[in-house]
């Protein structure tokens, strides 16, 4: 609760300064008070950060990202305010960015402003590398937060700004940005383009079950196998009848392992070509 706030509540400024002395409130931000909490509470910090930079301020980047459920950011790291240009708010502790924001760029979400997806993902574009971003356009995408052609659209207003060519070259990547979970599927991924193999999906579904990566027209999967890449025994078996499953509905499952990964590239790729050729040149039936 800001200062001001308090005040028009009937609480005076001697009372104010008592709560303080007793913890009754706790100063998170100059004029801004966590009420009855040592602990901030969940939102807690974003809301303060809104309240310490006045009206206008918006959730950005990290921020904007972790409340839209695309980036993790721990509740301990500073919040990220975005304020108009003309604003000299500098607050200890907040990540403030100064800039022009249309309607169209905010949002609410819980309760407090916060810039939309698409603006979110242009802002984070200069802090993250291309791998990441990739990730984060994906599973926006994924999630129809952010299309490939709103983001487009958001390139064509912000002209200029940092991050803005690194985030072309994702859109602009062989078959579009792919969602990815793991170290291992990004390595695979990046692989797999360096061999100019396309027509994959990565976690795709099918017959039921999410798949690492599906030619869909060949009947091909690739499944990361191992103990390592497994939580537990239930979750191995599990995926074992998976396997079974996909292969009596007639799918070639191809299963590898981050040390085949690591140590033998070429060998991988030249057996995944291999398998996909001749899966092309088969007669099959449609796979639904």
């Known amino acids: 609760m800001a200062r001001h706030q308090l005040l028009v509540a009937g609480v005076t400024r001697h009372q104010i300064a008592l709560r303080l ?4 409130l706790h100063e998170i931000h100059r004029g ?13 910090v974003e809301q303060a950060a809104l309240l310490a930079c006045g009206e206008k301020s918006v959730l950005s980047h990290r921020s904007a990202a972790n409340l839209w459920n695309l980036l993790p950011y721990p509740a301990s790291a500073p919040a990220w305010v975005t304020v108009p240009p003309e604003r000299s708010a500098d ?3 907040i990540q403030i960015r100064r800039g022009n924001l249309p309607l169209r760029d905010i949002r609410r979400r819980r309760g407090l402003r916060l810039t939309s997806p698409p603006r979110t993902i ?14 984060l356009v994906a599973e926006a995408e994924f999630r129809r937060l952010a299309s490939v052609s709103e983001l487009r659209a958001q390139l064509e207003g912000n002209q200029g700004k940092r991050g803005v060519v690194k985030l072309r070259r994702v859109l602009d990547l062989p078959g579009g940005p792919k969602r990815t979970r793991s170290r291992g599927e990004r390595a695979l991924l990046r692989l797999l383009r360096r061999a100019g193999i396309a027509g994959f999906k990565t976690n795709a579904r099918i017959h039921g079950y999410e798949v690492d990566f599906l030619w869909r027209d060949l009947g091909v999967t690739v ?18 009848l998976k396997v079974a499953k996909l292969i009596a509905h007639g799918l070639t499952v191809i299963p590898i392992t981050g040390r085949l990964l690591r140590d033998d590239p070429n060998g991988l790729i030249d057996r995944l070509e291999r398998v996909l050729v001749a899966a092309s040149q088969a007669t099959r039936l449609p796979i639904e």
Request: glycine content about 12%; aromatic content about 8%.
């Open 223 to 240: 499944e990361f196998d191992g103990w390592d890449g497994h939580s537990g025994r239930i979750a191995f078996e599990r995926d074992r």
């Open 21 to 24: 002395r007793s913890g009754r």
């Open 91 to 93: 607050r200890t502790g």
């Open 32 to 44: 801004v008070y966590l009420v009855g909490h040592a602990v901030p509470p969940p939102l807690a």
């Open 122 to 135: 242009v802002d984070l574009s200069p802090l993250l590398n291309e791998e990441e971003l990739e990730s």
